[in-house]
Protein backbone atom coordinates (compact mmCIF):
# COMPACT_ATOMS: atom_id res chain seq x y z
CA UNK A 1 0.00 0.00 0.00
CA UNK A 2 1.44 3.80 -0.65
CA UNK A 3 -0.20 6.43 0.73
CA UNK A 4 -1.03 9.36 -1.89
CA UNK A 5 -2.94 12.54 -1.08
CA UNK A 6 -6.19 10.94 -2.44
CA UNK A 7 -5.81 7.85 0.14
CA UNK A 8 -3.55 4.77 -1.28
CA UNK A 9 -2.43 2.83 -4.08
CA UNK A 10 -3.23 -0.58 -3.13
CA UNK A 11 -1.31 -3.31 -5.46
CA UNK A 12 -1.89 -7.18 -5.27
CA UNK A 13 1.55 -8.73 -6.23
CA UNK A 14 0.22 -12.09 -6.86
CA UNK A 15 -3.06 -10.85 -9.20
CA UNK A 16 -1.17 -7.74 -10.52
CA UNK A 17 -4.28 -5.73 -9.61
CA UNK A 18 -3.74 -2.00 -8.75
CA UNK A 19 -6.95 -0.54 -6.76
CA UNK A 20 -7.19 3.13 -5.66
CA UNK A 21 -8.27 3.79 -2.07
CA UNK A 22 -9.91 6.91 -2.92
CA UNK A 23 -9.98 8.34 0.60
CA UNK A 24 -7.99 8.14 4.10
CA UNK A 25 -10.95 6.62 5.82
CA UNK A 26 -10.34 3.63 3.24
CA UNK A 27 -7.14 3.34 3.58
CA UNK A 28 -8.15 3.03 7.65
CA UNK A 29 -11.18 0.64 6.99
CA UNK A 30 -8.36 -1.93 4.74
CA UNK A 31 -6.02 -1.79 7.10
CA UNK A 32 -7.85 -2.30 9.86
CA UNK A 33 -9.41 -5.39 8.61
CA UNK A 34 -6.64 -7.64 9.72
CA UNK A 35 -7.41 -6.67 13.64
CA UNK A 36 -11.37 -6.73 13.64
CA UNK A 37 -13.54 -9.56 13.75
CA UNK A 38 -15.82 -8.51 10.50
CA UNK A 39 -15.82 -5.93 7.96
CA UNK A 40 -18.76 -4.24 10.24
CA UNK A 41 -16.66 -3.63 13.23
CA UNK A 42 -13.75 -2.08 10.56
CA UNK A 43 -15.51 0.24 9.50
CA UNK A 44 -16.94 1.31 13.36
CA UNK A 45 -13.04 1.67 14.37
CA UNK A 46 -12.41 3.59 11.30
CA UNK A 47 -15.28 5.79 11.86
CA UNK A 48 -17.24 5.76 8.88
CA UNK A 49 -20.47 6.96 9.23
CA UNK A 50 -23.44 4.59 8.92
CA UNK A 51 -24.54 6.17 6.13
CA UNK A 52 -21.60 5.57 3.92
CA UNK A 53 -21.25 1.82 5.08
CA UNK A 54 -23.14 0.50 2.02
CA UNK A 55 -20.37 2.70 -0.20
CA UNK A 56 -17.42 1.40 1.72
CA UNK A 57 -19.09 -2.56 1.58
CA UNK A 58 -19.37 -1.71 -2.48
CA UNK A 59 -15.60 -1.16 -2.46
CA UNK A 60 -14.40 -3.91 -0.35
CA UNK A 61 -16.85 -6.51 -2.45
CA UNK A 62 -14.26 -4.84 -5.19
CA UNK A 63 -11.72 -5.69 -3.94
CA UNK A 64 -12.80 -9.19 -2.83
CA UNK A 65 -13.78 -9.49 -6.30
CA UNK A 66 -10.27 -8.88 -7.91
CA UNK A 67 -8.46 -11.21 -5.55
CA UNK A 68 -7.23 -8.02 -3.76
CA UNK A 69 -8.34 -9.09 -0.01
CA UNK A 70 -9.95 -12.53 0.93
CA UNK A 71 -12.66 -13.50 3.39
CA UNK A 72 -10.67 -15.02 6.51
CA UNK A 73 -10.25 -18.80 6.61
CA UNK B 1 -12.13 16.24 -5.65
CA UNK B 2 -12.36 13.29 -8.24
CA UNK B 3 -9.75 10.68 -8.51
CA UNK B 4 -8.70 12.05 -12.53
CA UNK B 5 -8.24 15.13 -10.53
CA UNK B 6 -5.78 13.92 -8.23
CA UNK B 7 -3.61 12.41 -11.55
CA UNK B 8 -3.13 15.79 -12.92
CA UNK B 9 -1.56 17.08 -10.00
CA UNK B 10 0.69 14.19 -9.99
CA UNK B 11 1.17 11.31 -7.18
CA UNK B 12 4.05 10.85 -4.97
CA UNK B 13 5.79 8.16 -7.18
CA UNK B 14 4.82 7.38 -10.81
CA UNK B 15 2.18 4.41 -11.02
CA UNK B 16 4.88 2.64 -13.05
CA UNK B 17 7.36 4.01 -15.38
CA UNK B 18 8.82 3.05 -18.55
CA UNK B 19 12.60 2.07 -18.39
CA UNK B 20 14.34 2.01 -21.57
CA UNK B 21 17.60 0.09 -20.84
CA UNK B 22 19.37 0.13 -23.95
CA UNK B 23 19.38 1.45 -27.24
CA UNK B 24 20.67 -0.76 -28.67
CA UNK B 25 18.72 -3.25 -30.93
CA UNK B 26 19.47 -5.93 -33.18
CA UNK B 27 16.23 -4.39 -35.22
CA UNK B 28 16.04 -1.55 -36.95
CA UNK B 29 11.97 -1.25 -36.85
CA UNK B 30 10.77 1.90 -38.88
CA UNK B 31 8.52 2.99 -36.28
CA UNK B 32 10.96 3.11 -33.23
CA UNK B 33 9.51 5.75 -30.90
CA UNK B 34 13.23 5.88 -29.39
CA UNK B 35 15.21 5.60 -32.43
CA UNK B 36 17.23 2.73 -31.36
CA UNK B 37 20.34 0.95 -32.91
CA UNK B 38 23.52 1.77 -31.24
CA UNK B 39 24.97 1.27 -27.70
CA UNK B 40 24.88 4.67 -26.24
CA UNK B 41 28.73 4.51 -24.24
CA UNK B 42 27.03 6.37 -21.49
CA UNK B 43 24.62 3.68 -20.35
CA UNK B 44 24.09 3.55 -17.02
CA UNK B 45 26.30 0.37 -15.62
CA UNK B 46 25.06 -2.26 -13.91
CA UNK B 47 25.44 -1.10 -10.23
CA UNK B 48 23.83 2.27 -11.27
CA UNK B 49 20.54 0.26 -12.67
CA UNK B 50 20.21 -1.47 -9.18
CA UNK B 51 20.64 2.16 -7.43
CA UNK B 52 17.64 3.13 -9.60
CA UNK B 53 15.98 0.09 -8.62
CA UNK B 54 16.64 0.33 -5.18
CA UNK B 55 15.50 3.80 -5.22
CA UNK B 56 12.63 2.37 -7.12
CA UNK B 57 11.45 -0.19 -4.15
CA UNK B 58 11.89 3.03 -1.64
CA UNK B 59 9.16 4.90 -3.66
CA UNK B 60 6.91 1.77 -3.95
CA UNK B 61 6.95 1.61 -7.61
CA UNK B 62 5.25 -1.29 -7.72
CA UNK B 63 6.23 -2.34 -11.37
CA UNK B 64 8.20 -0.98 -14.52
CA UNK B 65 7.53 -1.42 -18.13
CA UNK B 66 11.12 -2.42 -19.59
CA UNK B 67 11.94 -1.91 -23.00
CA UNK B 68 14.65 -0.33 -24.93
CA UNK B 69 16.24 -0.62 -27.45
CA UNK B 70 16.13 -4.47 -26.83
CA UNK B 71 16.37 -4.94 -23.28
CA UNK B 72 17.63 -8.35 -23.40
CA UNK B 73 20.64 -7.55 -25.73
CA UNK B 74 22.23 -6.47 -22.34
CA UNK B 75 24.54 -8.67 -21.00
CA UNK B 76 23.37 -7.75 -17.46
CA UNK B 77 19.47 -7.98 -18.15
CA UNK B 78 18.81 -11.13 -16.73
CA UNK B 79 20.70 -10.52 -13.89
CA UNK B 80 18.81 -6.57 -12.96
CA UNK B 81 15.49 -8.71 -13.67
CA UNK B 82 16.25 -10.48 -11.19
CA UNK B 83 17.40 -8.18 -8.66
CA UNK B 84 14.17 -6.05 -9.10
CA UNK B 85 12.06 -8.86 -8.72
CA UNK B 86 14.03 -9.71 -5.52
CA UNK B 87 13.40 -6.15 -4.20
CA UNK B 88 9.05 -6.36 -5.20
CA UNK B 89 9.88 -4.14 -8.26
CA UNK B 90 7.94 -6.77 -10.50
CA UNK B 91 8.77 -6.15 -14.45
CA UNK B 92 7.11 -6.07 -17.19
CA UNK B 93 9.68 -6.20 -20.61
CA UNK B 94 8.95 -5.62 -24.09
CA UNK B 95 11.27 -7.91 -26.67
CA UNK B 96 11.81 -8.94 -29.99
CA UNK B 97 11.99 -12.13 -28.94
CA UNK B 98 15.43 -12.79 -30.28
CA UNK B 99 16.56 -13.71 -26.77
CA UNK B 100 14.22 -16.08 -25.84
CA UNK B 101 15.30 -19.39 -26.24
CA UNK B 102 14.00 -22.58 -24.65
CA UNK B 103 16.07 -22.22 -22.04
CA UNK B 104 15.41 -18.64 -20.92
CA UNK B 105 11.93 -19.42 -21.50
CA UNK B 106 11.96 -22.16 -18.79
CA UNK B 107 13.81 -19.67 -16.61
CA UNK B 108 11.21 -17.03 -17.02
CA UNK B 109 8.38 -19.29 -16.34
CA UNK B 110 10.03 -20.25 -12.85
CA UNK B 111 9.98 -16.43 -12.10
CA UNK B 112 7.40 -14.95 -10.36
CA UNK B 113 5.91 -11.22 -11.17
CA UNK B 114 7.47 -11.02 -14.76
CA UNK B 115 5.65 -10.41 -18.03
CA UNK B 116 6.73 -10.40 -20.70
CA UNK B 117 5.65 -8.71 -24.19
CA UNK B 118 6.09 -9.81 -27.44
CA UNK B 119 6.22 -7.45 -30.06
CA UNK B 120 4.29 -8.30 -33.12
CA UNK B 121 3.21 -5.62 -35.50
CA UNK B 122 2.17 -8.24 -38.31
CA UNK B 123 -0.33 -10.94 -38.07
CA UNK B 124 1.61 -12.23 -41.11
CA UNK B 125 4.96 -11.77 -41.46
CA UNK B 126 4.38 -10.05 -44.98
CA UNK B 127 2.73 -6.86 -42.78
CA UNK B 128 5.14 -7.65 -39.85
CA UNK B 129 8.30 -7.81 -41.21
CA UNK B 130 7.98 -4.94 -43.59
CA UNK B 131 7.76 -2.70 -40.66
CA UNK B 132 10.02 -4.49 -38.29
CA UNK B 133 12.54 -6.16 -40.52
CA UNK B 134 13.09 -9.43 -42.48
CA UNK B 135 12.62 -12.84 -40.22
CA UNK B 136 11.22 -10.57 -36.95
CA UNK B 137 8.30 -12.06 -37.44
CA UNK B 138 9.05 -16.21 -37.52
CA UNK B 139 11.51 -14.74 -34.13
CA UNK B 140 8.30 -13.43 -31.80
CA UNK B 141 6.37 -16.85 -33.25
CA UNK B 142 9.82 -18.72 -32.18
CA UNK B 143 9.86 -17.10 -28.48
CA UNK B 144 5.97 -17.68 -28.03
CA UNK B 145 6.07 -20.80 -28.73
CA UNK B 146 9.50 -21.36 -26.11
CA UNK B 147 7.20 -19.30 -23.74
CA UNK B 148 4.15 -21.72 -24.37
CA UNK B 149 6.15 -24.70 -24.58
CA UNK B 150 7.84 -23.54 -20.91
CA UNK B 151 4.41 -23.38 -19.38
CA UNK B 152 4.70 -19.25 -19.04
CA UNK B 153 1.46 -17.95 -17.97
CA UNK B 154 -0.50 -15.16 -20.38
CA UNK B 155 2.67 -13.74 -21.70
CA UNK B 156 1.79 -10.47 -24.27
CA UNK B 157 1.29 -10.07 -27.55
CA UNK B 158 1.82 -6.49 -28.39
CA UNK B 159 1.24 -4.74 -31.00
CA UNK B 160 1.39 -1.03 -32.81
CA UNK B 161 -1.79 -0.37 -34.79
CA UNK B 162 -0.75 0.53 -38.29
CA UNK B 163 -2.84 1.10 -41.66
CA UNK B 164 -1.81 -2.50 -42.85
CA UNK B 165 -2.56 -4.56 -39.00
CA UNK B 166 -6.17 -3.03 -38.16
CA UNK B 167 -7.44 -5.58 -40.56
CA UNK B 168 -5.64 -8.06 -38.67
CA UNK B 169 -7.67 -7.76 -35.18
CA UNK B 170 -9.29 -10.96 -35.36
CA UNK B 171 -5.88 -12.71 -36.78
CA UNK B 172 -4.25 -11.37 -33.86
CA UNK B 173 -6.77 -12.21 -31.24
CA UNK B 174 -6.69 -15.80 -32.65
CA UNK B 175 -2.36 -15.72 -32.43
CA UNK B 176 -2.80 -14.78 -28.92
CA UNK B 177 -5.29 -17.95 -28.18
CA UNK B 178 -2.79 -20.14 -30.13
CA UNK B 179 0.29 -19.39 -27.89
CA UNK B 180 -2.20 -19.04 -24.94
CA UNK B 181 -1.25 -15.36 -24.83
CA UNK B 182 -3.37 -11.53 -23.76
CA UNK B 183 -3.58 -9.33 -26.77
CA UNK B 184 -2.02 -6.25 -26.21
CA UNK B 185 -2.24 -3.03 -28.77
CA UNK B 186 -1.41 0.04 -28.78
CA UNK B 187 -1.16 3.43 -30.98
CA UNK B 188 1.25 4.13 -33.35
CA UNK B 189 3.04 7.44 -32.38
CA UNK B 190 5.08 9.98 -34.59
CA UNK B 191 8.12 9.56 -31.90
CA UNK B 192 11.53 8.56 -32.58
CA UNK B 193 11.92 6.86 -36.27
CA UNK B 194 7.84 6.69 -36.18
CA UNK B 195 8.12 10.75 -37.28
CA UNK B 196 9.29 9.11 -40.53
CA UNK B 197 6.60 6.83 -41.28
CA UNK B 198 3.68 8.08 -39.55
CA UNK B 199 2.03 9.42 -42.57
CA UNK B 200 1.91 6.59 -44.40
CA UNK B 201 1.39 4.15 -41.28
CA UNK B 202 -1.25 5.49 -38.81
CA UNK B 203 -4.26 4.19 -39.15
CA UNK B 204 -7.25 5.93 -41.71
CA UNK B 205 -9.75 7.98 -39.87
CA UNK B 206 -12.51 4.90 -41.37
CA UNK B 207 -9.66 2.49 -39.43
CA UNK B 208 -9.69 4.55 -36.44
CA UNK B 209 -13.58 3.83 -36.25
CA UNK B 210 -12.73 -0.04 -36.75
CA UNK B 211 -10.79 -0.16 -34.15
CA UNK B 212 -13.00 1.92 -31.54
CA UNK B 213 -16.21 -0.49 -32.60
CA UNK B 214 -13.69 -3.30 -32.28
CA UNK B 215 -12.56 -2.25 -28.91
CA UNK B 216 -15.81 -1.58 -27.59
CA UNK B 217 -16.81 -5.11 -28.67
CA UNK B 218 -14.03 -6.69 -27.71
CA UNK B 219 -12.22 -4.65 -25.52
CA UNK B 220 -12.28 -6.60 -22.26
CA UNK B 221 -9.39 -9.44 -22.48
CA UNK B 222 -7.22 -6.90 -24.50
CA UNK B 223 -4.77 -4.76 -22.89
CA UNK B 224 -4.47 -0.99 -24.87
CA UNK B 225 -1.38 0.61 -22.30
CA UNK B 226 -4.62 3.28 -22.39
CA UNK B 227 -3.22 4.44 -25.44
CA UNK B 228 -6.40 5.23 -27.49
CA UNK B 229 -8.35 7.55 -24.77
CA UNK B 230 -8.70 9.78 -27.90
CA UNK B 231 -11.02 7.65 -29.32
CA UNK B 232 -13.22 8.26 -26.69
CA UNK B 233 -14.88 10.86 -28.03
CA UNK B 234 -16.67 8.59 -30.25
CA UNK B 235 -18.85 8.30 -27.51
CA UNK B 236 -18.48 5.23 -25.24
CA UNK B 237 -15.33 5.72 -22.78
CA UNK B 238 -13.02 3.21 -23.15
CA UNK B 239 -11.41 0.95 -20.13
CA UNK B 240 -9.03 2.33 -18.05
CA UNK B 241 -7.65 6.22 -17.72
CA UNK B 242 -8.47 8.71 -20.15
CA UNK B 243 -6.18 10.78 -19.32
CA UNK B 244 -2.22 12.10 -20.44
CA UNK B 245 -0.36 10.61 -17.24
CA UNK B 246 2.73 12.34 -18.39
CA UNK B 247 4.59 13.33 -15.54
CA UNK B 248 1.87 13.38 -13.70
CA UNK B 249 1.34 9.22 -13.04
CA UNK B 250 3.99 8.35 -15.62
CA UNK B 251 7.54 8.70 -17.06
CA UNK B 252 10.43 7.53 -19.00
CA UNK B 253 14.07 6.66 -18.06
CA UNK B 254 15.97 6.44 -21.26
CA UNK B 255 19.36 4.05 -21.09
CA UNK B 256 21.52 7.42 -20.14
CA UNK B 257 19.61 7.99 -17.09
CA UNK B 258 17.54 10.83 -18.53
CA UNK B 259 13.99 11.27 -17.25
CA UNK B 260 11.08 12.54 -20.04
CA UNK B 261 7.75 13.24 -18.97
CA UNK B 262 6.21 9.93 -21.13
CA UNK B 263 7.78 6.95 -23.18
CA UNK B 264 6.98 8.99 -26.60
CA UNK B 265 8.44 12.46 -25.87
CA UNK B 266 12.04 11.79 -26.16
CA UNK B 267 13.18 15.71 -26.38
CA UNK B 268 15.22 18.01 -24.63
CA UNK B 269 11.90 19.64 -24.38
CA UNK B 270 10.33 16.90 -22.57
CA UNK B 271 13.99 16.37 -20.61
CA UNK B 272 13.17 16.56 -17.05
CA UNK B 273 16.71 15.80 -15.43
CA UNK B 274 18.81 12.68 -15.22
CA UNK B 275 18.75 10.33 -12.50
CA UNK B 276 22.68 10.16 -11.99
CA UNK B 277 22.18 13.91 -10.65
CA UNK B 278 22.55 14.24 -6.71
CA UNK B 279 18.58 13.78 -5.74
CA UNK B 280 18.31 10.82 -7.95
CA UNK B 281 15.01 9.99 -9.58
CA UNK B 282 13.03 10.70 -6.85
CA UNK B 283 14.64 14.08 -6.60
CA UNK B 284 13.52 14.38 -10.49
CA UNK B 285 10.19 13.17 -9.94
CA UNK B 286 9.42 15.34 -7.12
CA UNK B 287 11.55 18.53 -7.91
CA UNK B 288 11.75 18.71 -11.48
CA UNK B 289 10.07 21.93 -13.12
CA UNK B 290 9.10 20.77 -16.42
CA UNK B 291 6.65 18.08 -13.97
CA UNK B 292 5.46 20.97 -11.93
CA UNK B 293 4.56 22.58 -15.29
CA UNK B 294 2.66 19.68 -16.27
CA UNK B 295 0.82 18.89 -13.33
CA UNK B 296 -0.33 22.37 -12.81
CA UNK B 297 -3.92 22.41 -14.63
CA UNK B 298 -3.66 22.64 -18.02
CA UNK B 299 -5.77 25.10 -20.40
CA UNK B 300 -7.85 22.86 -23.13
CA UNK B 301 -7.15 25.45 -25.40
CA UNK B 302 -8.99 25.62 -28.20
CA UNK B 303 -10.60 22.26 -26.92
CA UNK B 304 -12.36 23.35 -24.21
CA UNK B 305 -15.38 24.30 -26.16
CA UNK B 306 -16.03 20.86 -27.93
CA UNK B 307 -18.77 18.39 -26.39
CA UNK B 308 -16.13 15.32 -26.31
CA UNK B 309 -13.30 16.84 -24.39
CA UNK B 310 -14.20 15.74 -20.95
CA UNK B 311 -13.69 12.45 -22.66
CA UNK B 312 -10.33 12.75 -24.35
CA UNK B 313 -8.88 16.05 -23.13
CA UNK B 314 -6.85 16.89 -25.71
CA UNK B 315 -5.48 13.40 -26.69
CA UNK B 316 -2.04 12.98 -26.31
CA UNK B 317 0.74 15.82 -25.96
CA UNK B 318 3.79 13.74 -28.17
CA UNK B 319 1.31 13.23 -31.12
CA UNK B 320 0.80 16.97 -31.20
CA UNK B 321 4.10 17.92 -30.64
CA UNK B 322 6.12 15.75 -33.40
CA UNK B 323 3.82 17.00 -35.77
CA UNK B 324 4.12 20.46 -34.91
CA UNK B 325 0.74 21.02 -33.25
CA UNK B 326 0.16 23.46 -30.95
CA UNK B 327 -0.11 21.53 -27.20
CA UNK B 328 -3.64 23.12 -26.31
CA UNK B 329 -5.38 21.83 -29.34
CA UNK B 330 -6.26 19.01 -31.02
CA UNK B 331 -4.37 15.78 -31.45
CA UNK B 332 -3.58 15.23 -34.52
CA UNK B 333 -5.88 11.73 -35.15
CA UNK B 334 -8.95 13.53 -32.99
CA UNK B 335 -12.26 11.81 -34.24
CA UNK B 336 -13.62 15.04 -35.00
CA UNK B 337 -11.23 15.80 -37.98
CA UNK B 338 -10.25 18.91 -36.10
CA UNK B 339 -6.33 17.14 -35.97
CA UNK B 340 -6.68 17.09 -40.09
CA UNK B 341 -7.55 20.69 -39.61
CA UNK B 342 -5.01 21.79 -37.93
CA UNK B 343 -2.45 19.81 -39.65
CA UNK B 344 -3.55 21.08 -43.11
CA UNK B 345 -3.36 24.40 -41.22
CA UNK B 346 0.63 24.31 -40.99
CA UNK B 347 2.45 26.34 -43.00
CA UNK B 348 6.07 25.70 -44.56
CA UNK B 349 7.11 28.14 -41.49
CA UNK B 350 5.56 25.63 -39.17
CA UNK B 351 7.88 23.90 -37.12
CA UNK B 352 7.94 20.48 -37.14
CA UNK B 353 10.65 19.15 -33.73
CA UNK B 354 12.46 16.20 -34.27
CA UNK B 355 14.15 14.62 -31.30
CA UNK B 356 17.79 15.49 -30.56
CA UNK B 357 17.86 11.58 -29.47
CA UNK B 358 18.66 9.12 -31.91
CA UNK B 359 20.73 6.06 -31.90
CA UNK B 360 19.89 4.64 -35.61
CA UNK B 361 22.17 2.55 -37.05
CA UNK B 362 21.47 4.26 -40.12
CA UNK B 363 21.26 7.61 -41.00
CA UNK B 364 17.40 9.01 -41.52
CA UNK B 365 16.65 8.24 -45.34
CA UNK B 366 19.61 6.23 -45.74
CA UNK B 367 20.78 2.49 -45.91
CA UNK B 368 18.27 -0.16 -46.38
CA UNK B 369 14.29 0.43 -45.08
CA UNK B 370 11.73 -1.86 -45.91
CA UNK B 371 9.20 0.99 -46.42
CA UNK B 372 8.67 3.09 -49.47
CA UNK B 373 9.65 5.91 -47.72
CA UNK B 374 8.43 10.00 -48.65
CA UNK B 375 9.57 12.90 -47.22
CA UNK B 376 7.14 14.62 -45.15
CA UNK B 377 4.37 16.31 -46.68
CA UNK B 378 4.59 19.87 -46.96
CA UNK B 379 2.64 21.54 -44.33
CA UNK B 380 1.09 23.99 -47.00
CA UNK B 381 -0.20 21.66 -49.07
CA UNK B 382 -3.25 19.66 -47.31
CA UNK B 383 -2.33 17.23 -44.97
CA UNK B 384 -3.99 13.49 -45.52
CA UNK B 385 -6.81 12.02 -42.70
CA UNK B 386 -4.72 10.67 -40.06
CA UNK B 387 -4.90 8.22 -37.40
CA UNK B 388 -2.34 6.82 -35.26
CA UNK B 389 0.31 4.76 -33.20
CA UNK B 390 1.00 2.80 -29.34
CA UNK B 391 1.15 4.14 -26.16
CA UNK B 392 3.32 1.59 -25.93
CA UNK B 393 4.45 0.66 -22.34
CA UNK B 394 1.43 2.98 -20.60
CA UNK B 395 1.89 2.67 -16.90
CA UNK B 396 -1.59 2.44 -16.39
CA UNK B 397 -1.79 -0.47 -18.56
CA UNK B 398 -4.32 -3.08 -16.62
CA UNK B 399 -5.14 -0.82 -13.91
CA UNK B 400 -8.62 -1.10 -12.36
CA UNK B 401 -10.41 1.62 -10.95
CA UNK B 402 -11.86 -0.87 -8.16
CA UNK B 403 -11.76 -0.46 -4.65
CA UNK B 404 -12.52 2.69 -4.43
CA UNK B 405 -15.50 4.51 -2.20
CA UNK B 406 -17.13 7.63 -4.10
Known amino acids: ?73 | MKLVDHFQHGLSSPICLTWELTYACNLACVHCLSSSGRRDPRELTTDECKAVIDELARMQVFYVNVGGGEPTVRPDFWELLDYAVDHDVGVKFSTNGVRLDERRAARLAATDYVDVQISLDGATAEVNDAVRGPGSHATALRALANLADAGFAKPKISVVMTRHNVDQLDAFAELADRFGAQLRITRLRPSGRGADVWDELHPTAAQQRTLYEWLVANGDGVLTGDSFFHLSAYGEALPGLNLCGAGRVVCLIDPVGDVYACPFAIHEEFRAGNVRAPGGFAGVWRDSELFADLRRPQTGGACTSCSAFDSCRGGCMAAKFFTGLPLDGPDPECVRGFGEQALAARTAGTPVPRSDVDHSRTRRGRGPVPLTLTARRPPSRPAPARPDRACDEHPLAGFVPAGTAS
Open chain 1, 1 to 73: MRPEPFGALLYHFGTRRLSFLKTPQLVAVVTGLADHPDVHAALFAADVPAAQHPAYLRALAGLRGNGTIEERA
